[in-house]
Each structure stands twice: as structure tokens, then as C-alpha cells.
């Protein structure tokens, strides 16, 4: 114990051993890191202390590090640190940065209100134009009412006005251009043979005059005549030219090339296929074309007698025969003024001759005399 020198070499011959008998031998403290892993260090102290002292038994596994202090630092508070040329410019510094973000503040606050003002007067322009237009759309709309209103009066009193020979005007012009096409045009005409015939029949049936064409029933009265291609209406007229009117208008010819024989309960409108709620389409076979899109919106009886219509027009072109005729632009004028004159000059010259004997008429009596006994009479 009294000589330091054998201890202090036994000490160092300690340290050189492993870490864990250091440990054990109390020489060195556990000092713990944030990761709670143990590190071994010299312990402090003086390595002459004696060896009894070192090799006493210490409890190191239960040990807690030490709190660290916190290092507080006085302040006087009469005590005022005087200010540095550093310090005022820093503070002008400071004070325009300030007054320069408070200007940008106030500027994007002005911007926004400015922003908010322009939508508004935008979308009040919009909703304002928008309103000019609905009221004049609507104005547009009540004026063309009032004008097919007025126009539709107009074309009612005329027709209340009108004398009843003037309502048969087209009737008797039909009656009278087909009486020319007999007579003028259809001796010209590609004579419809034998051959035509069997044809006819191979497509229409071989009873095709005493069968029906659109329900195939034979019939042995009821039967009529029909034109296929139609003599007056697919000419046209000033409101819907259809095939032309004035200019190129035609007319269906009179002769077997051109006629079919159907039920006449039927005759009025079997040839019309109306698709205008379904497709939204409605023609007239007799002389309009379908395309292969109404084709197949067609019923199967339409189709089969479309097919049948277009088969037998096939063979006429075929053949070179006519089934309607088309007019020159001079005879249908002529034939169009010719209807008016005589109408018009029919309506004058009957109401002149009504009043130049009106007088007449009105002293005559028209009755007729009954021989009744006068005892069956009862007052």
C-alpha cells in the first residue's frame, strides 16, 4: 500500500485488458448517447489513488447519467446595449421593407377588388345581351306568327270568296292534259306488245288485271284504274315544284305502261310510305326514289312492291317506253295561263249573265202541286 509504483503498473496492465473487465474491476463509468448504446472511457481521477480504493465493488448496470445544466445567463435590466451603425441600417432596413410589403398588401387587395368589380360588370353584359336576344328571338317569333296568321286568314277568306268552279281548277286541268297525252302523245309511244305482257305478268302476277296490287286479293268488282306515275301531282306548283313545275314538271303517261289496277278503296294513298314519325321520312314510290337506307326501313310489303315497281320501270327503259312525259317550259306556261283565263272569264261571265237576269228569275215562281184530299186535312 505504500508503494504506488507496483499499483500504478498493475493499473495500466488493467486498462490493456478488455473493456468489460475494466468494468468489472470499477475503473471505468458507463457514459450513455442519445442511442442508449454504452461507451467506456478512462475514468477521471487520479491513477495513484490506492488499489483497494479502485477494486471496490460499484454498481454500474443501474446507474443514471447526470441531468445536464443549463447554462443561465444574467441580465442587468438598467443595463442598455447601445445601438451600432450596423444596427440603425438594419432597422431602416427593416422599416422600408415593411412599408414596401404592406404597399404590395394593399396593392394585390386593390387588384382583387378590381378583379371582383370586372366579373361583375362582365357577367351583368352577358346576362343583358343574352335578355336582348331572347326578346328579340321572341319578337322575331310572334312577328312570324302574326304574318302566317294573317296570311292563313288571308288565304281562307280567298278560298270562301272563291267560286266553286275555281276549287275544281286542277281536276279539270288533269283531266285535260291527260286527254292531250292520249290523243297527241301516246300514238308515239313504244306499242305495249306480247312480250310486255308476260313480262307484266311475271313481275305483277298473271292476273294482274283483276288482282289487286298492294293486297293481292282478286276481285271481280271494285276494281280501278290507277296511274302509277301520277298524272298531275307530281308536275308540282308555285309553293312545292316537286319534279319541276314549269321548268322540266312531269307528267304520267296514259297507256298499260303506266297502269296498275288496285282495289279502289285503296287508290288514294297505298303508294305513300309514310316513315316521318319512325325515320322521319315520307315519299311517294309512284315517282320518288328511295334510298338503300329507306329501303331498309321499309315493311316487307312495301319492299315487295317497291321491288316489283322497280323491276317493271327497268324493263320499260329496256324497252324505250314511256310511262311519264315532260313538258317544254313554253307549253307549260301556256297551258298554266290557259287554266287561268278560262277560269277567270267562266266566274265573270256567269256572274254577268246572273245579273243581267236576276229580274227575270225573281218574278218566276218554281213549285210543285199536290192533290190532297181536304178532309185529311187537319187545322
Known amino acids: 500500500m505504500n508503494n504506488p509504483i507496483p499499483v500504478r503498473s498493475k493499473l495500466f496492465s488493467i486498462l490493456n485488458q478488455s473493456p468489460k473487465s ?81 404597399k404590395f398588401k394593399n396593392q394585390r387587395k386593390c387588384k382583387r377588388l378590381w378583379r371582383r368589380l370586372l366579373t361583375k360588370l362582365y357577367e351583368r353584359a352577358r346576362k343583358e345581351v343574352q335578355f336582348r336576344k331572347l326578346v328579340r328571338s321572341r319578337c322575331l317569333k310572334y312577328m312570324s306568327e302574326r304574318k302566317k296568321e294573317a296570311k292563313r286568314k288571308a288565304r281562307e277568306l280567298q278560298r270562301k270568296n272563291r267560286h266553286p268552279l275555281q276549287n275544281r281548277k286542277y281536276d279539270t286541268a288533269k283531266h285535260l292534259e291527260l286527254h292531250f297525252i292520249k290523243l297527241t ?117 312495301q319492299l315487295d312492291f317497291y321491288i316489283k315497281v322497280k323491276e317493271w320501270r327497268e324493263y320499260c327503259h329496256q324497252r324505250g317506253a314511256k310511262y311519264c312525259w315532260k313538258f317544254n317550259v313554253a307549253m307549260n306556261e301556256e297551258l298554266e295561263s290557259f287554266y287561268n283565263e278560262i277560269y277567270v272569264n267562266m266566274v ?19 213549285k210543285l202541286e199536290y192533290h190532297c184530299n181536304k178532309n185529311n186535312l187537319s187545322i
Open 22 to 102: 475494466v468494468l468489472c474491476l470499477g475503473f471505468v463509468e458507463p457514459h450513455y448517447t442519445n442511442h442508449e448504446s454504452k461507451c467506456f472511457t478512462h475514468p477521471p481521477g487520479d491513477l495513484s489513488e490506492p488499489f483497494e480504493l479502485l477494486t471496490q465493488p460499484q454498481e454500474t448496470h443501474n446507474r443514471i447519467p447526470p441531468k445536464r445544466k443549463r447554462i443561465r445567463v444574467s441580465h442587468h435590466k438598467n443595463k442598455r446595449r447601445k445601438l451600432t451603425d450596423n444596427d440603425r441600417v438594419s432597422n431602416v432596413l427593416r422599416d422600408v421593407i415593411r412599408s414596401v410589403e404592406l
Open 348 to 366: 265573270d261571265q256567269t256572274l254577268a249573265m246572273a245579273s243581267k237576269h236576276r229580274d227575270a228569275i225573281l218574278k218566276n215562281t218554281a
Open 185 to 301: 302523245l301516246e300514238p308515239f309511244n313504244v306499242p305495249f306488245d306480247e312480250e310486255a305482257r308476260k313480262v307484266k305478268q311475271s313481275i305483277f302476277g298473271e292476273n294482274y288485271k283483276t288482282t289487286c296490287v298492294w293486297t293481292g286479293r282478286q276481285l271481280k268488282k271494285g276494281m280501278s284504274l290507277d296511274h302509277m306515275f301520277p298524272v298531275r301531282n307530281a308536275y308540282g306548283n308555285s309553293r312545292d315544284h316537286k319534279t319541276g313545275w314549269k321548268n322540266g314538271g312531269l307528267r304520267g303517261g296514259d297507256s298499260e305502261w303506266n297502269w296498275l289496277w288496285v282495289d279502289k278503296h285503296l287508290n288514294s294513298g297505298f303508294k305513300v310510305f309514310d316513315h316521318s314519325k319512325t325515320h322521319g321520312w315520307k315519299k311517294n314510290v309512284g315517282w320518288q326514289v328511295l334510298t338503300s337506307q329507306e329501303e331498309a326501313q321499309c315493311t316487307p310489303k
